[in-house]
């Protein structure tokens, strides 16, 4: 396989901790909507945590270019929460790849009510997955220092946690693959 060949992947759908119906697919065009309604529920603080802006809402624009990733650059799944409505995005997970590049970078987001779930784990795993798949030899992301539950869950995966050469407020997650 082609280091920047999509990697093809079935939905998963799992019961996770409080009984709901969790499903884990790749995004979609159609998912504009529910997109733009999770990152607009997230709390001031998650969303800074996110963006470093907690005030910051996302415009349908933005929302269809996220929907809508050239799958040789992006993977990006969506957890979703099965509701008397249909379903939710409770998280969003993506990973950038680069041409040329060895490495790929992840980006995960969980809705508060449902962080503590397990469902970061399941997105991060697939993630992996992905990279791997397409030979990657690393993985990074970028977390501000005070995140510190971000920061302890990427040590969990075994993240290697350093500072960041933009200065002491960001930290550098890396895993070598």
Known sequence: MNRNTPVDFSPVTRKIQDDAIL?????SADDV?????????????????????????????????????NPRECVHFLALKANHQGETVV?????????????????????????????????????LAQARARHRTGMHGKILSTNQRRIDFMRRR?????????????KIARLVL
């Open 23 to 27: 499903t884990l697919r790749y995004i």
């Open 158 to 170: 075994d993240f290697e946690i350093n500072d960041s050469a933009e200065g002491v407020s960001l």
């Open 33 to 69: 909507d529910i997109l733009r309604a999770f990152v607009n529920s997230l709390s001031f603080g998650t969303r800074y945590f996110r963006s470093r802006r907690g005030d910051q809402e996302c415009n349908r624009d933005r929302m269809l270019q996220r929907c809508s990733p």
């Open 91 to 127: 998280a969003s997970a993506r990973i950038l790849f680069e041409e040329n590049a060895t490495t790929c970078e992840v980006a995960i987001s969980v809705a508060d009510a449902s962080q503590l779930h397990g469902i970061g784990k399941r997105l991060i795993n697939a993630l």
